[in-house]
């Protein structure tokens, strides 16, 4: 008998395309297999975003053009997942009564009942609860490899892994719509966390990317040991970074406000936590930081960015930035531009500000003239690249730790510890996972060109 198959298309951040990884994983225990082609699946599932409008028109196009396939192909179930589906379930479904099924951010363990309790009616499962509980999650070999992920999503060496320890945000930050999509703050069991770890490492992965909306607030709201009682993310990164076998670990994402002189420290203390840091400031100015709830200021940004420097100097950080927010005057973007001065960021993420349903921002006044966010923007960006090619030069000359990620016959990609991607125009006897030290001799704006240094001979 023909085995079902399915595909996933996965739209935003890091979380989703670990929650594809789950779906996936799901799909393959009950005997589904994975189809390349999205028209000649059986099931269909768009894991969608909602951080912003552009991620979420571009998964209702794609739903809309879904309506010929399914047309053709009336037995096609066809799902929708993720941020956009818990939002606005019962909308797509109003709208769009060819989709099978929408489940939300806490429904992904029931995926396969429900796909298969589907019956020709639209289904929507997209239940929350302040008490749910992470199921524990422990990866198969095919889940090893990343179904569908977007476009430059790690391809599928077995090197480097993101795993999820919570889920939702407490914050409220006036522009996100995190705390309505994904609930409140979960973490997951220690045990789990540990478990997983071990289980990724041992099928060959060396590195290990932590993921959280806020973990820094890892542990504060559930219990995550079996005996009850304080944990800190501090501690977790303890833990795991003591599994043997793991050569390099990093996190993402934090909030300012809760990051502790106790986490700091583990960047001088942790051999394997590498040196780098993504660091949201959002903007520069104190005005617009409480207008967007971030609960800092400028100055206790940037004195968090001096003392996490004082305990590990050669970090790299990395920073998320709005431009346009409801009521930004010239003024407050000046500072923002002034932070980008201060702090000399390796590289961030810009974007101008968009209302998203459900947020607060959404109903504020002022709301900035499109063109005039385009030009913040422009002019933001085009400092970052200048800023990032000054940075990235400093690395010329210095002979680097890099673990390889490709090896090609042209010659070898992989990443240094601050997370700078290196291309090798050599071939030397390695495989992916191996670190070897590499001569810088160039560096570009988003990259760096190494030969390999006589020391690996
Ligand atoms: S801390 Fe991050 S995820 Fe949480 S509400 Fe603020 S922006 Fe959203």
Redesign the pocket.
Known sequence: MKQPSFTIKTFGCQMNVRDSEIMAQLLAEKGYVESMEMKDADVVILNTCSIRAKAEQKAMSLLGALRKVKKRRPGMKICVAGCVAQQEGEEICRRMDYVDLVIGTQNLYELVDLLESVDGTSKVATSMSNSYEIPAFIPSMPSLTSPGGPQGATPAPSVRKFLTIMQG?N???TY?V??YTRGREISRKVNDIIEEARVLVDAGVQEITLLG??VNSYGRTNSVTAEGGEYSFALLLREVAAIEGLKRLRFT?S?PKDLSPDLMRCFSEIETLCPQFHL?VQSGSNIVLSKMNRKYTRELYLQKVAELRSFRPDISLSTDVIVGFPGETEADFEQTMEILEDVRFHSSFSFKYSDRPGTRSADFDDKVDEQVKSERLSRFQKRQDQICLEQNSLYVGKILPVMIEKVTDDGLMGRTETNHIVHIKEIIECSPGDIVSVTINHAGQHSLNGRIDSSNQ
């Open positions: 945000c914050n409220y930050c996100c995190v705390p909306q806020n994402t909030n949201p």
